[in-house]
């Protein structure tokens, strides 16, 4: 069964990465989707390959993170699924980081999620439908390391976030669920550890060896896991943030 069909999704940062993964699986489960991206050859490249729609949007302006949700329906009527999958992930601790960075993190990684959530949950009451939303968080919101403060602060707010707005409205039958994620092998993942760690054509391999399970998180199985939050088989759970990672928060050796 198509676990999505004929339902409308929109995917915020979906040109890339985990947001790319997650266009194709939606498309898989018979969704209709429209997914938004910074860097136009990217996205124009993804929806010649797939099918889906492309919006250009640059979401550290809260004005185009509720934008995005409002051509959404202006194209559909309506929207049924929002994943908020954009990340912003530059280094900085407590002590280098500055004013400027602080809030770029805050923009893209909590203001523009909150402002596409309140657009479409929106669109949802207004016609008295249910809808789920998912957003993509990390596991450094439980404290991460020390040269991801700022990254940490802010899906930390994400993660309250999440559980607040899924107590606001589960009356209105609107679910919304968080994932946060673990270290993940993406193009982006990629470029990082050579721009910031001097990372070399192994890392993939070595950080994989290093894993408990023998490998970094995957795309394409974060995709399938979000599908399923989005669609009627996961039930009722909402205000749910799930650590998506093979290590256990807690567990001492």
Request: proline content about 3%; aromatic content about 6%.
């Amino acid at each position: 069964m198509a676990l999505l069909q004929d339902r409308i999704v929109l995917v915020n940062g979906g040109s890339q990465g985990v947001g790319a993964g997650i266009v194709r699986a939606a498309l898989g489960a018979g969704a209709t989707v429209l997914f938004t991206g910074r860097r136009v050859e990217l996205g124009e490249k993804l929806a010649e390959d797939t099918g889906a729609h492309f919006m250009r949007a640059d979401l550290a302006d809260p004005a185009q993170a509720r934008d995005s949700v409002v051509r959404t329906v202006s194209a559909h009527g309506r929207i049924d699924c929002l994943v908020n999958a954009a990340g912003l992930t530059s280094r900085g601790s407590l002590l280098d980081t500055t004013p400027e960075l602080f809030d770029r993190h805050m923009a893209i990684n909590l203001r523009a999620p909150f402002f596409a959530m309140q657009a479409a949950v929106t669109d949802m009451k207004a016609r008295r439908a249910p809808g789920t939303i998912v957003n993509i968080g990390s596991n450094c919101a439980r404290g991460g390391p020390p040269h991801l403060a700022p990254y940490s602060a802010a899906k930390a707010g994400l993660a309250g976030l999440t559980r607040n707005a899924a107590h606001a409205h589960r009356w209105d039958r609107i679910r919304i669920n968080g994932l946060d994620i673990g270290w993940t092998d993406t193009e982006g993942e990629d470029a990082t550890q050579r721009a910031f760690h001097g990372a070399g054509a192994d890392w993939r391999a070595r950080a994989a060896a290093a894993q408990p399970m023998g490998k970094l998180g995957q795309v394409d199985e974060i995709a399938e896991f979000v599908v399923f939050l989005l669609s009627d088989r996961s039930g009722v759970v909402t205000g749910s943030v799930i650590d998506w990672d093979q290590n256990v928060f807690g567990g001492q050796d």
